[in-house]
């Protein structure tokens, strides 16, 4: 088995039929159904099965596609810092849920540590890959939250993964609708009064666990829901549909995305505890402490 075999599995797994996986790869068709049988032969298992309409992969095939992101992934990090003809430059990552203060404090480390050369990444994803992203180190610090609902569920997936969480914040439940909407004047509402109107949620892409939601009362039975992935498309959603979404109350004045926006703060109480995560045992960047630095000011627990 070998980095190429493996990168085959996951195009091929992300295409269509093995002719488009092979030409994204530009390879012959014949010659990656050989090294995809030659992996199978030695691992002792089916990952595809393959009909006249198509391939699938099977369900030890859906095992091993698992293993083999991490696999790639961690193999594209060494690639990047070892191999890559763009050497000597400075490197940080971090992954984070959607929070502009994790934006803004990433920023702040630029601006304040501006080193001569450097590749930085910022990652806004969805929880699990937050999680995935500080276990396996491609990023050194995530942002990450929980409600009560999901608290149980997130601090074992902490243990398991080995990551040290460190609270920040407790924020209260709070919806954000555009500020045209009939409600926008309200100071306070309940969520069935909104019942009418869809709900915007992040997708998660992740229905075998709710509770990886990232945002508060995760096992509500919402009438109208519409699932995003993107926050420019959500907010053109809300204002479009008159439709509005769940969050911490937090919006920055000065991001343009968020502008048009209003919180209004829900009868219903499903607090937030916001922190960062952080590999146990790994020494951090000189970027990585500053960046926790940052996060401390907002620190209020």
């Not at 990656?32 to 369900?59: P, V």
């Not at 609902?149 to 997936?157: G, H, M, Q, T």
């Not at 409600?183 to 229905?207: H, M, V, W």
């Amino acid at each position: 088995m070998n980095i190429t075999q493996i990168k085959y599995v996951l195009e091929i797994a992300a295409s269509s039929s093995m002719r488009e996986a092979a030409t994204r790869l530009y390879v012959s068709q014949p010659a990656l159904s050989a090294s995809i049988r030659e992996l199978e032969d030695e691992l002792g298992i089916l990952i595809f099965d393959r009909t006249n309409k198509g391939i699938s992969l099977t369900d030890e095939g859906r095992e091993f596609l698992v293993y083999a992101k991490k696999a790639v992934g961690q193999y594209e990090i060494l690639e990047d810092r070892y191999l890559s003809r763009d050497g000597g430059k400075e490197r940080f990552s971090v992954s984070t849920q959607h929070y502009n203060f994790a934006i803004k404090a990433f920023t702040d480390v630029i601006k304040k540590n501006y080193p001569d050369k450097f590749v930085f990444s910022i990652h806004e994803t969805k929880t699990k890959e937050v999680l995935e992203d500080v276990r396996t180190l491609k990023s050194e610090v995530g942002i990450i939250s929980f409600s009560r609902a999901s608290e149980d569920v997130i601090r074992k997936l902490f243990k398991s993964y080995q990551l040290e969480f460190v609270p920040l914040m407790r924020r209260e439940t709070y919806i954000y609708v555009w500020k045209d909407h009939e409600f926008a004047g309200r100071k306070e509402i309940s969520i069935e009064e909104l019942s009418n109107y869809p709900c915007i949620t992040f997708d998660q892409s992740d229905d075998s666990n709710l509770y990886l939601n990232e945002e508060a009362l995760a096992d509500y039975d919402f009438k109208k829901m519409i699932k995003s992935d993107d926050r420019a498309t959500t907010m053109e959603i809300i204002a479009t549909l008159h439709g509005y979404s769940i969050g911490s109350g937090m919006l920055a004045d000065d991001d343009a995305i968020l502008k048009g926006m209003v919180s209004i703060k829900l009868k219903e109480e499903d607090p937030l505890i916001i922190g960062y995560i952080t590999r146990n045992g790994s020494a951090m960047s000189v970027y990585a402490k500053a960046y926790v630095e940052e996060l401390l000011k907002y620190k209020e627990l």
